[in-house]
């Protein structure tokens, strides 16, 4: 019977139990060396495959002679995708994805229906495998089979028990040696059988795969050694009469999760436990057939009576027999090895490590990635975005082992080529890169998106670099470096408090040596700039960078606390003027923010009754806006020669809050409040100030999430139009835009109020329309973007992504709408970095965006949170 309920593992936390110590716990105590790579490209003999099995997708079960299997009567003959059939539309489908291999498996009920291969096969099964094997090498594809993918004759489980029976061994070694000597002559790669750790846990263990035997402890452990037995029986059989004259390879494909200490957890005996769960899963057949030749010390320690033992004649002859270690690293061990993680550990998606583990392990050997893929809900049609950046991270950790660790791999095998029924899970789940409609009896193959992916990376053999690498050069003569942030502060004290005290002193008047006051005598001291403590020191770091540049933000709130030029607080205007006048003094140019939005303040920055009365979704805030600017251009202006008058209004429209409406306003009152401030500077100051003045966007550049989908790319333009095209458009000649709506007055003023651009930029996403928002989006008013990073992108504690080719895309997408007229300032880049001196992560950060500016230059001055 089909059972699809989760499985429980109760015999699986026992076989962790007992102390063991393995070479290989360096993996945790000297992790991997940390490694950012994502591209590259994989050696150039390097085998991309794609698999299948015969029970999930050949159907037919018992046409042309076939016999019922376990998998037949457990799921009830289900709907599949018709490959026996469709072998040739199957075909397609690879030498459409381009690979150099196909794995498949072989039906044993198709070729002999009651099991008994002493007996005559069923020439129909024999003709169906003989033809598709034949295609596959027309078409120059390596066919890689697979002898035993769990759907063992139903008859041979009534009769003897299947895999708890010792016989099985030798009906397993007539079997193989019949599909040696028929399909030998045309196979280099055999795969003896696939991850028998699933079927001895799940089929006679937990019921939970066909045949559904619920055992006790030591069923899972007899079917094991069984299956072991009958692995090396056949791998003998080749070796000693088909090896010389076939010259093909046999191996086991296991299966293997990877646990790992949770953070902070790491303690000997935990780490002991992580030991012991590879043990349990992947240890429990490898270390038989790749080690010792017998079960790890930690499963015979905590079974003994219960799992069998191998005699040392057996052990001789399990010992070695395969011929490169096949590894599969699919969802279902994964979930099955949820169960060992219970002591402090965690169960990872980490190829990379498993990988290394079987290096470390069983010496070194040549692996076959032989199944590798993740699954779709039901309802996922050929947009399979997850799927899709699953399998990128499962080919990136094989690229890292490859590169960095220097495993052999030497092929992999993505899985699977199309949807089928997926085992115990039925159709609730899809596997396959090509989408089939089981509700339709034509069952085509479509491709999916991570058909479209697979087929890439194949074509390119992994992940070509940009073509633009790393290049030597500088910048130009004019290329000004700066450092900016946000608002400074005011810190009125001086850093003596002999500039405070009014009193007059005189010294050792006694002959005491002590300073004593003079009565009656008050002097009145003036504070010069120079006493400040806070600007000196401030100023001495910013020096230590060499910046030419320093951006900075005035505090409106404080310079004038009504929102009323009758308001200023001349205390806190002359610590500006000093903070300027000593950037003069000491050759920094200072970038000078009029408005900068602050999150940690309630009313986002604004002078307390601004904000009271609506904010920027009030008309009114824009007049008090340019009162504000004209009053700092008269006070500060001399000392200025780059203005940004609000920072990032595109960010402060979603702070707002409110409606979409309300956003629409807020964006078009924050245009215009920057515009009407250029346009008093143009007219009234510029002559004799000369500054350049402009407002800064919050600029992130946009992938699409799926860019094989077209509303992903269109998503991407829409996002890009909405967060930089909807405030540049309108300055910009000719250009309006929907998104806000101005009168024909309106844009007149809007049009040319920039003198440069200006971007903060700090890393890229991926984007993707949301799907069916609710409620539906008004249109031209708001939009419904999905915002995501690629999981296999570096990122920063606070989960920032490092994506230095996002910045040089950027300056690319303004640079192809807006054209070269107008030069581009970085007004802000950089990333978190919790280090307090070694602070790497932002060193790199700095080198490998500052490379991507050197690339897509026409930048004029790039500045840096400091």
């Not at 397609?92 to 794995?103: H, T």
């Not at 452990?221 to 004259?245: G, P, S």
Request: contains cysteine.
């Amino acid at each position: 019977m089909l059972r699809v309920s989760s499985v429980c593992l109760s015999l699986i936390p026992a076989l962790v139990l007992c102390g063991l110590d393995h070479k290989a716990s360096q993996l945790w105590l000297q992790p991997l060396n940390e490694t950012f790579l994502q591209t590259g490209a994989f050696p150039s003999e390097f085998l991309w495959g794609v698999g299948t099995a015969a029970f999930p997708t050949e159907g037919s079960w018992d046409a042309d002679g076939k016999g019922e299997s376990v998998w037949d009567r457990f799921t009830h003959h289900p709907r599949t995708s018709d490959s026996y059939l469709q072998w040739e539309e199957d075909l397609r489908s690879v030498q459409y994805l381009g690979v150099q291999f196909y794995s498949f498996s072989l039906s044993w009920t198709r070729l002999f229906p009651n099991g008994d291969a002493t007996e005559n096969p069923n020439a129909a099964g024999v003709e169906h495998y003989r033809r598709l094997i034949g295609r596959l090498r027309d078409l120059r594809v390596e066919p890689v089979v697979t002898l035993f993918h769990w759907d063992l004759p139903q008859v041979l489980q009534e009769r003897s028990g299947g895999w708890l029976n010792r016989s099985m061994a030798d009906a397993f070694a007539d079997y193989a040696a019949f599909c040696f000597r028929t399909f030998g002559g045309e196979v280099r790669y055999w795969i003896t059988m696939h991850n028998p750790f699933l079927l001895a846990v799940l089929g006679y263990g937990t019921g939970a795969h066909a045949p559904g035997v619920i055992g006790g402890h030591a069923e899972p452990f007899i079917a094991a050694h069984n299956l072991i037995r009958a692995h090396a029986k056949a791998w003998h059989v080749y070796d000693r009469h088909f090896r010389a004259h076939q010259h093909g390879k046999v191996s086991i494909t296991l299966g293997s999760h990877w646990v790992e200490p949770h953070p902070g957890k790491a303690s000997p005996a935990n780490l002991e436990l992580c030991l012991k769960s590879m043990d349990a899963v992947i240890g429990w057949f490898a270390e038989p057939i790749y080690g010792s030749g017998d079960y790890p010390e930690s499963l015979k320690a905590s079974h003994r009576g219960v799992i069998p033992e191998f005699t040392p004649q057996q052990k001789l002859s399990v010992k070695g027999t395969a011929d490169f270690f096949s590894l599969a690293f699919g969802p279902e061990t994964l979930r099955v090895g949820q169960g060992l993680a219970q002591f402090g550990q965690k169960v990872t998606l980490d190829l990379r490590s498993v990988l290394v583990w079987v290096r470390l392990m069983y010496g070194d050997p040549q692996v076959l990635v032989a199944e590798s893929g993740w699954f779709s809900g039901a309802s996922v049609g050929v947009e399979d975005t997850n799927a899709l950046y699953l399998m990128k991270t499962f080919i990136i950790k094989v690229m890292q082992a490859v590169s960095v660790d220097g495993v052999r791999v030497f092929g992999y095998t993505a899985w699977s080529l199309v949807d089928g029924f997926e085992w115990n899970h039925g159709h609730s789940r899809r596997m396959g890169l090509f989408y089939i409609d089981f509700s339709q009896p034509e069952r085509h193959r479509i491709p999916k998106t991570s058909a479209h992916f697979y087929r890439r990376v194949v074509r390119d053999n992994g992940f070509p670099a940009d073509s633009a690498r790393h290049i030597e050069g500088r910048f130009p003569c004019d290329f000004q470096f700066g450092v900016s942030e946000s608002i400074l502060q005011v810190h009125l004290y001086p850093f003596s408090p002999q500039f405070t005290d009014p009193h007059l002193y005189r010294w050792n008047y006694s002959g005491d040596g002590d300073l004593e006051p003079v009565t009656g005598v008050e002097l009145h001291n003036q504070v010069q700039c120079s006493d400040f403590l806070y600007i000196q020191r401030h100023l001495f770091l910013l020096g230590v960078t060499g910046s030419s540049h320093y951006r900075f933000a005035l505090d409106w709130t404080q310079l004038m606390p009504s929102a009323n030029p009758s308001s200023v607080d001349a205390e806190k205007v002359r610590f500006y003027r000093c903070v300027l006048s000593e950037l003069t003094r000491r050759g920094i140019q200072p970038v000078v923010t009029l408005y900068y939005p602050s999150l940690r303040s309630h009313s986002l920055g604004m002078p307390e009754p601004l904000h009271a009365n609506g904010g920027w979704r009030n008309r009114s805030a824009v007049e008090a806006f340019v009162n504000y600017a004209t009053f700092c251009y008269q006070e500060f202006g001399g000392f200025v020669q780059t203005w940004i008058t609000i920072n990032e209004p595109n960010r402060v429209m979603e702070a707002d809050g409110g409606t979409a409406e309300d956003r629409r306003m807020v964006a078009r009152h924050l245009l215009l409040a920057h515009a009407k401030a250029w346009r008093v500077y143009d007219t009234r100051f510029r002559r004799q100030q000369g500054a350049a003045v402009s407002f800064a966007l919050h600029a992130n550049w946009v992938e699409p999430a799926n860019p094989f989908v077209e509303p992903h790319k269109a998503a991407q333009q829409d996002y890009l139009l909405f967060e930089l095209g909807r405030f540049l458009d309108p300055v910009f000649e000719g250009r309006g835009n929907a998104l806000i709506g101005f009168t024909d007055d309106e844009r007149e003023e809007l049009k040319g109020a920039l003198d440069f651009i200006a971007l903060n930029h700090f890393t890229t996403h991926l984007v993707s329309p949301l799907h069916n928002p609710n409620p539906p989006t008004p249109q031209n008013q708001d939009h419904r973007f999905s915002l995501i990073f690629d999981p296999n992108w570096q990122k920063s504690q606070r989960g920032q992504a490092l994506v230095p080719w996002g910045l040089r895309r950027v300056l690319g997408w303004v640079k192809d709408r807006y054209g070269d007229g107008l030069p581009i300032i970085i007004t802000a880049s950089g990333v978190d970095d919790q280090e307090s001196h070694n602070d790497q992560l932002r060193q790199r950060y700095i080198r490998d965006y500052l490379q991507e500016a050197l690339k897509g230059f026409p930048t004029l001055l790039y500045t840096n949170p400091g």
